[in-house]
């Protein structure tokens, strides 16, 4: 397992434990960086039109199509980094 891996995963973790709940912007960073780090390129159908948070979701990692998910990992453990400050 390579670093970067590993820092993914034991951030996945530290996430769980912000003293503070990040605002809804940098919730949606932190799923679209982590579905990106994890899964790689958005997959599946676009959630319904009424389901307003699952669309946001999607969109959100849809802009992050095409980015390696090495790259998308390390994002996702400096913003995790940051955010535990």
Known sequence: MSDIQSAFEQAAKD???LTDRPD???LLRLYALYK???D???SGPKP?????VGTAK???WEKLKGT???DAQKKYVDLV???RG
């Open 15 to 17: 996430v769980q434990s």
């Open 24 to 26: 809804n912007d940098t």
């Open 36 to 38: 990106q780090g994890a």
């Open 40 to 42: 790689g390129d958005v």
């Open 48 to 52: 319904g039109f009424f389901d307003f």
């Open 58 to 60: 999607y969109e959100a």
């Open 68 to 70: 390696a998910q090495a």
């Open 81 to 83: 980094k940051k955010l």
